[in-house]
């Protein structure tokens, strides 16, 4: 299986640069990284306003619906999302 | 000499008239074209907002086929997504299905909208026991055009968000983001009367790329200052609008940004690819866009406090 062997032959180069990229990289100082000094990652907590997100409730009162009337008298809205 | 916007509202408006009932309609918000195609007896007609941004009728974006049928029952399929109000989102073998009803009509769907899983085209059926079949409909009522809108955005294409944009007299174009009372309305209000300014929305902005940059497109859904253009700007400035004792401006890193863009977007929150391809597309607006925290006044010099910091 001659081909096989030889895929599995530049597979090894492909990690074998990869590795001594990352060797590079690992061995730079800190201080002359360009991106400057190491953050953790936070959490940041945002809040959602799902009756609005979902666009379930009215948005105007002027919307519309069946029967030729408005979506208040589809839904009784009673939130305006505008 | 550049003309307001304002004075430009005071010319003659289009009218339903001039945007009259049809068997085929279609209209372009945000570059994607709608469609509709009325069958059988069904005549439609569009909300008097959307005669701005009508196109020449043909094929669009998302191809929809409007009839009327005889009653409607609640899908059986599996359900998606309970929006809490008037909608609700069923899975389909080849795609989705939005079943509309209200407690106030009993339990029985008075819309149902079918569409292919790309968005690209569907069918929407009107129950002839609540509609007036004599009259004339605009079937993409709220809450229906925008769903399919944030549907088919969610596919690669953009996010609509909760704002009001405008583009200054220099060509800049501002966002500002806000839920309910944050102050859209007030904030495009304020700009109205400037002269060579365009205030796109009042209340939904669509966000895009195009060429490489991020663009924000006005749309017929408008909040209470009423104003809806088909217009677009390139997006230079985001600010997150709060009411204020002072206009102030706090800038914020991009993660940040883009969380915040988040809660003000319309997300499918049933699609966890919808809403990756959404913290995505949020993440480069923010990393592109300036982001900031505003906190305004609202009288005249909220506008030149943004004038000054985009001089």
Redesign the interface.
């Known amino acids: 299986m001659p081909q096989r062997r030889m895929q599995l032959a530049r597979y090894d180069v492909w990690i074998t640069e990869k590795k001594t990229m990352k060797e590079e990289q690992d061995i730079q100082p800190l201080d002359q990284d360009p991106k400057g000094a190491y953050e953790p990652p936070k959490v940041i907590r945002v809040s959602l306003r799902p009756e609005e997100a979902v666009l379930g409730h009215c948005k105007v009162t002027g919307a519309g619906g069946p029967v030729g009337g408005s979506c208040v008298s589809v839904m009784a809205c009673k939130t305006l999302g505008s | 000499m550049q003309e307001s916007q304002k004075t430009f509202k005071q010319r003659p408006e289009l009218t339903p008239e001039s945007f009259p009932s049809a068997t085929h309609l279609s209209y372009q918000i945000g570059g994607i074209t709608f469609a509709l195609h009325a069958e059988g007896d069904l005549l439609l007609s569009p909300?008097r907002e959307l005669a701005a941004f009508a196109v020449r009728p043909g094929s669009g974006d998302i191809d929809l086929q409007v009839s009327w049928a005889d009653s409607l029952k609640v899908p059986s399929s599996t359900l998606l997504?309970h929006?809490?109000?008037?909608?609700s989102l069923f899975a389909e073998p080849n795609g989705y299905r939005f079943s509309f009803l209200?407690?106030?009509?009993g339990m029985t769907p008075?819309?149902e909208a079918w569409l292919d899983s790309e968005f690209r085209s569907g069918r929407v059926l009107?129950?002839r026991r609540?509609?007036?079949t004599e009259?004339p409909v605009?079937p993409l009522?709220?809450?229906l055009d925008?769903?399919l809108m944030?549907h088919r955005l969610s596919r690669g294409e953009g996010v609509e968000v909760?704002a009001v944009g405008i583009s200054d007299e220099n060509g800049r174009g501002h966002l500002f983001l806000g839920?309910?009372g944050a102050g859209?309305?007030t904030t495009a209000r304020l700009w109205l009367d400037r002269p060579g300014v365009r205030i796109l929305s009042?209340?939904r902005i669509i966000l895009r790329l195009r060429d490489g940059q991020v663009w924000m497109y006005g749309t017929p859904?408008?909040?209470?200052a009423g104003i809806a253009s088909p217009d677009s700007a390139a997006l230079t400035g985001i600010y997150l609008l709060e009411h204020g004792n002072s206009n102030e401006q706090f800038p914020l890193p991009p993660?940040?940004a883009a969380?915040?863009l988040?809660?003000r977007?319309?997300?499918t929150?049933h699609s966890g690819e919808g809403i990756r391809f959404t913290l995505e597309f949020l993440d480069r607006v923010a990393r592109e866009v300036p982001c900031s925290i505003f906190k305004f006044v609202p009288d005249e010099s909220a506008v030149e406090a943004i004038c000054r910091a985009g001089a």
């Open positions: 909300e997504f929006s809490g109000g008037l909608w209200s407690p106030l009509l008075y819309k009107l129950s609540f509609f007036d009259r605009y009522e709220y809450p925008e769903l944030i909760h839920h309910s859209k309305s009042d209340d859904w408008h909040g209470d993660g940040r969380a915040e988040f809660t977007s319309f997300v929150h």
